[in-house]
């Protein structure tokens, strides 16, 4: 099993910490649905320091939703550590992560996420800085470098774990690839191989066998899922299930699937009201219709939606039209047989 300091998971599967996605309302289903750990979307050291009203309730922590890891940014070494601080004392977060994989330029110009793939000594002071002022387990998350000429994923999980960080995520992709291209996932092999802490592999795991393979090939202690759960929690389910019995579930019915994403909004709007709920509410929504027959005529209506109660209509309503369908395809075939 997945240990990270003195916290056990019940599984290897982890929840990326996807900004924008992983509030307590996505955390929270994924946990129902049996992840093993969920990270909370990054927040801001400065933010957190500043007492923004926002940052501050992207700390709240679902007692439901433990073992969390809670993931923190920044590149001033002094706010970081306050920040994690805050973290550690004020927040039920059983871990810290400090990520160092972001791509995006606002957060890398404040040598910030992916930046520090270039220094392994800034992730030694800085990592060693946050570990000694805090008592919760500290993490990081990384990628395997800043671009195809600077891969020191070795060097830097090695820094992490000299300065007592208890476990690192490894994406296998550069910071100048985004999220395009192939992961590779050898680099993750290679960094499993230089440490003794635990590893856990992120990149292109779309289905459990992909998730298979990565445990199998890289020797990781675990499997991140991030765009592959994005509108599937049954992604995160159907994995955990295929690591510990071998045996492949079914993929979820279309009523299933909206079932779910109308408890995924009504959560939503418990957390954030009605309007922002239900505006944030529809690319999730476009996730979760993604691959049933007849979703794109329904994605332009919801699109444009701003209530919850319209969008549940809406959403009800198509999944009627779906049973018609399948019944009248079912009764063709009756016909046919006879």
């Not at 957060?107 to 030694?124: E, Q």
């Not at 990384?142 to 476990?167: C, P, T």
């Not at 955990?240 to 019995?245: K, N, Q, R």
Request: aromatic residues 6%; glycine residues 8%; negative net charge.
């Amino acid at each position: 099993m997945l240990k990270i300091g003195n916290i056990e998971m019940k599984n290897q599967v982890v929840l990326a910490p996807m900004a924008g996605v992983c509030n307590p309302a996505f955390r929270l289903i994924a946990k129902e649905f049996g992840t093993g750990l969920v990270c909370a979307e990054m927040v801001s050291d400065k933010a957190i320091l500043h007492g923004n009203k926002r940052t501050i309730e992207m700390l709240y922590v679902d007692d439901r939703e433990k073992p969390l890891s809670l993931q923190i940014f920044g590149g001033d070494r002094e706010s970081l550590v306050e920040a994690a601080k805050v973290v550690d004392t004020q927040t039920n977060a059983d871990i810290i992560d400090i990520n160092m994989g972001c791509p995006v330029p606002k957060i890398t110009k404040c040598d910030a996420g992916a930046r520090w793939l270039l220094d392994p000594n800034k992730i030694y002071e800085m990592v060693s800085a946050v570990v000694d002022a805090v008592q919760k387990p500290v993490t990081v998350k990384m990628r395997i470098g800043w671009d195809s000429d600077h891969i020191y994923v070795v060097e830097n999980a090695k820094a992490v774990e000299r300065a007592g960080g208890q476990a690192i995520s490894v994406h296998g992709r550069t910071r100048e690839q985004l999220y395009t291209g192939k992961a590779d996932w050898a680099y993750i092999k290679d960094a499993k191989q230089a440490v003794s802490i635990p590893v856990i592999g992120n990149g292109d795991v779309a289905t459990p066998e992909d998730a298979k393979r990565m445990l199998e090939e890289t020797g990781c202690d675990g499997v991140m899922i991030g765009r592959g759960a994005l509108g599937n929690p049954w992604m995160l389910y159907r994995t955990v299930e295929y690591l510990s019995s071998g045996i492949l579930l079914p993929d979820p019915s279309a009523q299933e699937k909206i079932r779910i994403a109308i408890l995924h909004m009504d959560r939503l709007v418990a957390l954030k009201g009605e309007s922002v709920a239900v505006k944030e509410m529809r690319k999730h929504l476009a996730w979760y219709l993604k691959g049933l027959s007849g979703a794109a005529r329904i994605k332009d209506v919801i699109m444009e939606e701003t209530r919850r109660d319209e969008m549940v209509r809406i959403l009800e309503h198509f999944v009627e039209s779906l049973d018609q369908v399948d019944q009248a395809a079912s009764v063709e075939g009756e016909k046919a047989v006879h």
